[in-house]
């Protein structure tokens, strides 16, 4: 069965400081991933999405960015954070873009 | 511009009675239907689907509706049990247009009262 994998699971980190959020999938090969954010009160906002290794789509600008380096990794990183991208961060897989997407545990950052 | 709505951001129902939770959408290239229910402090999980082929599909307790002509759809739990309490997150897709991702509304809280 496939499983997905999110750290870390909390995280607290200064303004400016740098993000290295990591994601992993088993159990299934070529999987479309996505990164979502879901902040206070709000729904879930779709922030990359990645059809293949090193095929990253953007949804929305900001400070941050994503690589796929393997087929089942993913990687949410920032050089420098900003108050505002406090949220709870989700990774999800699916087959095809179309499909029902598995959600990871999520990491719940906190920039102080 | 929200493409998927859900205008009430909570709901409080008695134990055994039906909860009614709905959807919006604006996007009428809109194709297919999910909704996920999340826990605080874990990811969402995946409920149940519904295609524009459809008007509706059932799968146990949860029973979705899809109103095309009023590009409007929901999710009827029936009998509403306590551990039913979450956030429900509706999203479309227009499924046949590779690549074009799900949007997501932004969720309704459901109380589900012993």
């Known amino acids: 069965s496939q499983t997905i994998h999110q750290w870390p699971a909390t995280l607290v980190q200064p303004v400016g400081s740098p993000l290295s959020l990591e994601c992993t999938v088993e159990g299934t090969s070529n999987p479309n991933l996505y990164w979502y954010r879901q902040a206070a009160g709000r729904g879930l906002q779709l922030l990359f999405y990645s059809v293949g290794i090193g095929q990253i789509s953007s949804e929305v600008p900001q400070n941050l960015s994503a690589s796929r380096p393997q087929d089942r990794q993913f990687i949410l990183s920032s050089k420098k954070l900003l108050l505002s991208d406090s949220g709870f961060y989700l990774c999800?897989?699916?087959?095809?873009?179309?499909?029902?997407?598995?959600f990871g545990p999520g990491t719940r950052l906190t920039v102080l | 511009d929200q493409q998927v709505k859900q205008n009430s951001p909570s709901l409080s129902v008695q134990e055994g009675r039906i909860s009614i939770l709905n959807c919006d959408y604006t996007?009428?290239?809109?194709?297919?239907f999910l909704w996920y229910k999340k826990y605080p402090a874990e990811g969402p999980t995946f409920l149940i689907s519904?295609?524009?082929?459809?008007d509706k599909n059932e799968d146990g307790r949860f029973t979705v509706f899809l109103n095309k002509s009023a590009k409007h759809l929901s999710l009827h739990i029936v009998p509403s049990q306590p551990g039913d309490s979450a956030v429900y997150f509706c999203a479309a897709s227009a499924a046949h247009n590779y690549g074009q991702n799900f949007v997501f509304g932004p969720g309704t809280r459901l109380s589900v009262l012993p």
């Open positions: 996007n009428s290239m809109f194709d297919y």
């Open positions: 999800a897989w699916s087959l095809l873009a179309y499909n029902e997407q598995f």
């Open positions: 519904i295609s524009s082929i459809k």
